[in-house]
């Protein structure tokens, strides 16, 4: 079982940067793969991005591309979402969450979850 802590959420203008971390615990974190979903008011959970679990792979939904980067530090236990040029529309709660080898765009793909950081994006 793991455990998953989101951080680093907050208030920031269209344009603007953050970076979201994910603390895990346990040891057995590498052998997880990492997804990030969010959820906005009023809105279903949607998928944002996933990493491997060697951190070698990963994939984004198209809104995002280019814009946000995820990625993994084993030693540390941790996933980041850093999110560059920001919109209103990025505004929600976003989750990290870990699941198994081939875990990918769907929310029950993935067993454990985050209780999730708001982001809130002003025009």
């Known amino acids: 079982q793991v455990q998953l802590v989101e951080s680093g959420g907050g208030l920031v203008q269209a344009g603007g940067s953050l970076r979201l971390s994910c603390a895990a615990s346990?040891?057995?974190?590498?052998?997880?793969?990492m997804g990030w979903f969010r959820q906005a008011p009023g809105k279903e959970r949607e998928f944002v991005a996933r990493?491997?679990?060697?951190?070698?792979?990963?994939y984004y939904t198209d809104s995002v591309k280019g814009r946000f980067t995820i990625s993994r530090d084993n030693a540390k236990n941790t996933v980041y979402l850093q999110m560059n040029s920001l919109k209103p529309d990025d505004t929600a709660v976003y989750y990290c969450?870990?699941?198994?080898?081939?875990?990918?765009?769907?929310?029950?793909?993935?067993?454990?979850w985050g209780q999730g950081t708001q982001v809130t994006v002003s025009s």
């Open positions: 969450a870990a699941g198994g080898t081939y875990s990918y765009t769907r929310g029950s793909q993935y067993a454990y």
């Open positions: 346990g040891r057995t974190f590498s052998s997880y793969t």
């Open positions: 990493i491997s679990r060697s951190g070698d792979s990963t």
